[in-house]
Structure formats: structure tokens, C-alpha cells
């Protein structure tokens, strides 16, 4: 039997999964088991699983329900006492799942265990660095503020802690690892690793980059997380909505320029500065979005680039 139990749900991922399943082969830890779940692949996604032979290498094939839905099969399917997820176009360090057990397994009181992210590109370029946050113990006040395990592909977790509280929210369409994280931290003990080990690869493909979707699936989370929340940390519901906002507004800002998106940064970052708590909003950053925001809905998106290029250009010389 696997002491963990690495769980990956996989919907028309041929062109990064072969990649993702090498980096949990390269482990240094060696005792996993991994549970793919395709979620009615279209294109060949079966095939470039079948291709690689490992005896650890678990698929399942179902009906598409979604990757929330997906998560829950494999966990259902898995042994392991602990378990990790693990998006099909992620990629971790080769000492992740080795120093997340060891944290886990040095600190018995905790029962999840997160490291740091790096965001990559389609080709495996680093694009910027994630938080480097350090959060241990009862982190739950932190966690209603943000998410700052960032992605779904990050925690190992306890098995026993996701039997207690159940799986993922499969009515949710975004959010859902937050989501998990926030009903974890409600009741158990979180310790960090402090590395890179996760290599989250944005896409323009995935839900991430649906800003509009994302803001809405969000919102849900901090809504019910509230209701749930006891009266001494309501307080924290403005300063979570702010964050939120200010993450969507960088989001959108950074994807392809349509006038329609000029007109979503504009309401991300009204909401933003309307639900800072302590009306420290950073008004720099306010007008520069903002100024970005008018390039958006009134220049085409070549024009666009070039002005964006010459301004830098400018910063960097007065630098």
C-alpha cells in the first residue's frame, strides 16, 4: 500500500500531461501511487498515459463531470494515507512531495502541508515568482483573506482530514481549492515549506484566465466562508473581498487587450478600492490600472503593446 496517493484529473491534457506525470516520477520520494482520472478526454490524453510504463500509474476513465468531480474520484480510488493533487499542466520540484511529508510527519499536530509557487508559460518559462508567504498552525483567519496556498496544485494533505470534512465542492466552477483549504483550516493545523516547488503553468485556456467566471465562483466561496465564520473575524470579510478584486483586476490586466476587458478592469478595480478596510489602496497602482484600462477599450492591441514597451522603456531610463 502507497503512503501517498498523488491524484491528477486530466480532460484533454495530451500536450502537458506527459510532462506533469514525469515530474512525480522524478520524486525523490518513491512510495506514491498515481491515480489519473480522465475526465472524458476528446483528444489523446488516454494514449499518452498508456504510453508511460509505471506500475504506480493508476487510470480511470469516466463520464466528464468536471475537475472538482474528477478530484473526488481519484480520492476515491486512492490509498495512500496522504494525499496530493496535482493539476495535468503543473509541475513540482523534484523534493516536493519528500519535504512536505517530512514537515507533515515533524509536526503531528498539522494536517496539511504547503509550499511556495512559481507561474510558468506553455513552454516552462518562469514568468514571475508566487507569494513567499509563512503561515503555520491555525491559519484559518488567513486563509478567509486569501487563498495563499494559490493553486490546487500545492497542499499534501492527511488523509483522514479529507474524510472528516468531506471532498471538494463539485457545485463550484472556480475556487474550489480555496474553498477545500478554507473548511481544512477551519479545523486543522497548517505548516509550511518554505520552497518553489510548485510550478503553476498559466494558461489562456484554463479557468484562471476567465476573469468575469472566476470573480463570480470567488465571491461564492468568500460568501459562504463568511456565514460559516464566527463573529470575531467578520471584519475580515472586506479586506478578502479586496483582495479578490485587486487579483482579478492583475489577472485580466494581463491578458490580451479587447475593449471589453477595459471595461472589466475598470469594475474590478473600483470594487477593489471601494473594499479596501483601511483605505490604503495603493492609488498608484489604481491609476496606472486605470490608465492601462482606457489602452484596453480605446487602442487596438498592437498600438497597445508598443505604448506599454515605450513606457517601460521610460521607467527603466529614469531608473
Known amino acids: 500500500m502507497s503512503l501517498i496517493s498523488v491524484i491528477i484529473p486530466a480532460y484533454n491534457s495530451e500536450k502537458t500531461i506527459q510532462e506533469t506525470i514525469e515530474s512525480v516520477i522524478k ?19 488516454v494514449e499518452v498515459v498508456s504510453q508511460i510504463k509505471d506500475p504506480r500509474i493508476k487510470l480511470f476513465s469516466y463520464q466528464n463531470a468536471g475537475a472538482p468531480a474528477s478530484r473526488n474520484r481519484g480520492f476515491n480510488n486512492s490509498v495512500g494515507q496522504f494525499i496530493a493533487f496535482l493539476d495535468a499542466d ?19 499536530e498539522a494536517a496539511v502541508a504547503y509550499s511556495w509557487t512559481d507561474y510558468i508559460d506553455k513552454s516552462g518559462n518562469l514568468i514571475k515568482h508566487g507569494g513567499r508567504v509563512v503561515f503555520n498552525g491555525d491559519v484559518y483567519s488567513e486563509l478567509l483573506v486569501r487563498n495563499f496556498l494559490e493553486n490546487g496544485s500545492n497542499p499534501l494533505i492527511k488523509r483522514e482530514a479529507i474524510n472528516d470534512i468531506g471532498g471538494f465542492d463539485e457545485s463550484l466552477k472556480g475556487g474550489q481549492d480555496w474553498e477545500l483549504y478554507l473548511r481544512l ?107 492601462k484600462s482606457l489602452g484596453f477599450i480605446f487602442l487596438p492591441p498592437i498600438l497597445y503593446k508598443k505604448l506599454l514597451g515605450y513606457i517601460k522603456s521610460i521607467s527603466t531610463k529614469n531608473n
Not at 520524486?27 to 490524453?45: P, Y
Not at 503543473?90 to 503531528?108: M, V
Not at 472586506?238 to 492583475?250: E, M, R
Open 27 to 45: 520524486q525523490t520520494f518513491s512510495d506514491w501511487e498515481l491515480i489519473i482520472i480522465n475526465d472524458d478526454s476528446q483528444d489523446r490524453t
Open 90 to 108: 503543473d509541475l513540482w520540484t523534484p523534493d516536493k512531495l519528500e519535504s512536505q511529508l517530512n514537515a507533515l510527519q515533524s509536526h503531528p
Open 185 to 291: 483550516g477551519k479545523k486543522y493545523h497548517f505548516v509550511a515549506v518554505e520552497k518553489p516547488q510548485i510550478l503553476y503553468r498559466f494558461s489562456t485556456n484554463s479557468i484562471s484566465s476567465n476573469a468575469l467566471r472566476q470573480g463570480q465562483e470567488c465571491l461564492k466561496v468568500i460568501e459562504s466562508a463568511f456565514e460559516r465564520a464566527p463573529a470575531s473575524l467578520q471584519h475580515l470579510k472586506k479586506q478578502s473581498l479586496a483582495n479578490i478584486y485587486k487579483y482579478l483586476t492583475c489577472k485580466t490586466i494581463d491578458s490580451q487587450p479587447t475593449p471589453k476587458k477595459g471595461l472589466i478592469v475598470m469594475k474590478f478595480i473600483l470594487l477593489y478600492a471601494l473594499n479596501d478596510p483601511y483605505l490604503k489602496s495603493d492609488f498608484r497602482l489604481i491609476f496606472a490600472i486605470f490608465v
